[in-house]
């Protein structure tokens, strides 16, 4: 169990779910979904606490709900992964992917072996820019695909948990969303992610959140 600081003392938060939702993320990214706000952010925050008490995992929180354009998000990221500048665009030598291959390590310390971003309202960047979100989830699943299949022995896991609205499931079991598929290349060639990954598809799996706490007991 986890302790969750409360009015009295501490309030324990049961350990049930969280392992079966860590793995899903074996090899794929993830949706999940609610209703209700808080119960969205139970979950998030619940979930975030449990990956924070795995050895060699890194927790990256992003807080969608301050994200209206690129250089909202680069703003976010740039707190969360040290590097020495990030541009304001998604590909190139600077910008979102180069800081998605930055590996995080602490002297004295075995390097991590997971990355996980949980990013609270994501649906709203759907909303607010389809085509940002697109962008961004092509790349962190290009990124995250191309790091374990060029293996240097290092593997360093990351992984996406989208949590939003039932927009988020919506998009994400669209054919043409990019958390199922890669951008559109020239007529006959392999999308590029696919070449340099080895992934024909992005992989994502869909978890609703209020059905999950319900067989939990919740």
Request: glycine share 6%; proline share 4%; aromatic share 8%.
């Amino acid at each position: 169990m986890s302790a969750v600081p409360g009015h009295q003392g501490f309030v324990f938060e049961p350990i049930t779910w969280q392992p079966e939702v860590l793995a899903r993320l074996n090899d794929r990214h993830l949706v999940a979904w609610g209703d209700e706000i808080s119960v969205r952010t139970r979950f998030a925050a619940s979930f975030q606490q449990y990956l924070s008490s795995m050895p060699d995992t890194q927790v990256c929180v992003i807080h969608g709900r301050a994200i209206q354009t690129l250089d909202d998000l680069c703003d976010q990221l740039e707190r969360l992964i040290p590097v020495d500048k990030l541009s304001r665009s998604v590909d190139g030598p600077w910008g979102i992917s180069s800081l998605l291959r930055q590996r995080s390590s602490v002297p004295g310390r075995r390097s991590e072996r997971m990355r996980v971003f949980v990013w609270h309202d994501a649906d709203l960047l759907v909303r607010r820019d389809r085509g940002l979100f697109q962008d961004i989830a092509e790349v962190m699943a290009g990124v995250s695909a191309e790091m374990e299949y060029a293996d240097d022995g290092a593997v360093l896991v990351q992984r996406c948990v989208y949590v939003g609205s039932s927009s988020i499931e919506r998009e994400a079991r669209r054919v043409d969303s990019r958390l199922n598929s890669w951008g559109n290349s020239v007529s006959g060639e392999i999308p590029f992610w696919e070449l340099v990954s080895g992934q024909a598809t992005p992989r994502t799996t869909l978890c609703s959140i209020d059905r999950l706490l319900a067989d939990s007991g919740y």
